[in-house]
């Protein structure tokens, strides 16, 4: 019941990238992938932890750290966000030792969805991410027109979804790409790192949810949005736009 919930709330938000792309609103389109990954989170969490137990307040607190960025968006204060935040997750990991029925390998898988959320969400509300909104969110719902067919036709559990995963993103962004006033070398060249990026990032994420105690079902939705989670993050981790602008 609760995964279907976060469903709803997931297809309400892409939506909204829509409605936000297509009325140009950037705080609405920000806000939108904010919270998606912030869903894609918190379905990570619940998978791990128990939301009917203490466990909640875990849940909780390490929802409220990813949303560090967004709170203090407004302040130049990156460096003492970021250690505020790994301060904050060690002393939740020796806390969490404390839960009976916590063993290493979930408080490491609760502690990578957090950390790698929170590396998403910096980078959306990085300046650069702001400059180059358009671009990306062109590129973001190009792949999931992709991603949404290729999960219809089930090929997420075919061998030939790492083909797709890595050729969907390299052909849309070189599709897209190619619109701007970019070399083709460095067009190719930063598209194929982070295609390689995403097909990487998505194996971990999928190998991460075979470990969910609590949510054993992976419905279509998961394979789709957890493309686009590792998407925004190998755009961010390759450094993508330095490298199409030849800036390596």
């Known amino acids: 019941m609760f995964q279907r919930q976060l ?3 997931q297809i309400i938000l892409t939506l909204s990238i829509f409605g936000g792309l297509l009325i140009s609103n950037i705080p609405l389109l920000v806000a939108s992938l904010v919270g998606l990954i912030l869903v894609w989170q918190l379905e990570m969490l619940t998978g791990q932890l128990r939301i009917d137990t203490n466990e ?3 849940t909780i607190i390490f929802i409220f750290l990813t949303f560090l960025p967004v709170i203090f968006s407004g302040f130049e204060l990156l460096g003492s966000i970021i250690i505020l935040f790994y301060v904050s997750l060690l002393a939740l990991s020796i806390i969490m030792v404390l839960f009976k029925d916590l063993n290493i390998s979930k408080i490491g898988n609760t502690i990578f969805s ?3 959320s929170f590396t998403v969400i910096s980078f959306i509300m990085s ?3 702001n400059e180059n909104l358009n671009y990306i969110v062109y590129l973001f719902l190009s792949l999931f027109f992709l991603k949404t067919i290729a999960t219809f036709l089930n090929v997420q559990f075919s061998n030939f979804q790492y083909f797709f995963n890595f050729f969907a993103v390299l052909l849309v962004m070189v599709g897209v790409t190619s619109f701007y006033d970019y070399q083709f070398i460095y067009i190719v060249l930063g598209s194929a790192s982070t295609a390689l990026c995403v ?3 998505n194996f971990l994420i999928l190998k991460i949810r075979y470990e ?3 949510m054993s079902e992976l419905t279509n939705e998961i394979y789709l949005y957890d493309y686009l989670v ?3 993050f190998s755009f961010y981790f390759v450094d993508s736009l330095n490298i199409i602008n030849g800036l390596f």
Do not use: D
Request: aromatic share 38%; proline share 0%.
């Open 7 to 9: 469903r709803y709330v």
């Open 56 to 58: 909640y307040l875990l």
């Open 114 to 116: 957090t950390i790698f």
């Open 127 to 129: 300046e650069t991410f």
């Open 199 to 201: 097909v990487f990032v």
């Open 212 to 214: 969910f105690e609590y």
């Open 230 to 232: 590792a998407f925004l």
